[in-house]
């Protein structure tokens, strides 16, 4: 009977030192955390990168569909041009489509001075266009600030705002 009851307690001991090291190794565990306002994300950086360069031979094949697929168009999707009230994304898929489905021809699509700003799921790029577009005969110089707000989505970097703006002329 003594050896029983020695059995138990050991057993009981060996169950609550178990415990006792499990609750010991959770709190040990210790949530991390990221700046999102100093961290570069560089990996991100790269993908939107990789995502402006893919925009851009989307206009040079004239791959309308393409194009759009870089947008998440849905009830936040808004959008500045050129001092005209926000617009949302019927109003920026028709623009693009009927515009950018006029271009005969991209002679120059620089996006200088661009800037990427990663926070997480969201990113921030700036630049100034140097775009340089013929629609026929005619050649249209596109020198704004623009602006465009991606979101990471299961399909990759999408955008979600743009704002475009004329640069100074002294700027380019």
């Given amino acids: 009977m003594r050896t ?8 009981i001991f060996g169950f609550l ?3 006792s090291a499990q609750k010991k190794e959770k709190a040990a565990v210790t949530p991390v955390q990221m700046d999102l306002l100093n961290e570069a994300f ?3 950086q790269q993908e939107i990168i990789e995502t402006f360069a893919a925009i851009a031979q989307s206009l040079k094949d004239g791959d309308m569909d393409n194009l759009i697929s870089f947008h998440a168009y849905g009830p936040k999707f808004t959008e500045f041009k050129k001092g005209e009230p926000r617009n949302g994304g019927k109003a920026n898929e028709d623009f693009e489509r009927t515009v950018f489905g006029g271009v005969t021809e991209v002679v120059k699509f620089d996006a200088k001075d661009m800037q990427i700003a ?5 990113a921030n790029v ?12 005619d050649l249209v110089v596109v020198n704004d600030q623009i602006t465009l707000l991606f979101l990471k989505t299961d399909k990759g970097w999408k955008i979600v705002h743009e704002h475009h703006s004329p640069l100074a ?4």
């Fill in 4 to 11: 029983q009851t020695n059995i138990i307690q050991l057993m």
């Fill in 126 to 137: 700036t630049f100034h266009s140097d775009f340089h577009l013929k629609f026929g005969e």
């Fill in 42 to 44: 560089p990996e991100a």
């Fill in 118 to 122: 990663v926070y997480g799921e969201v």
């Fill in 169 to 172: 002329k002294n700027e380019i």
């Fill in 17 to 19: 030192a178990i415990g």
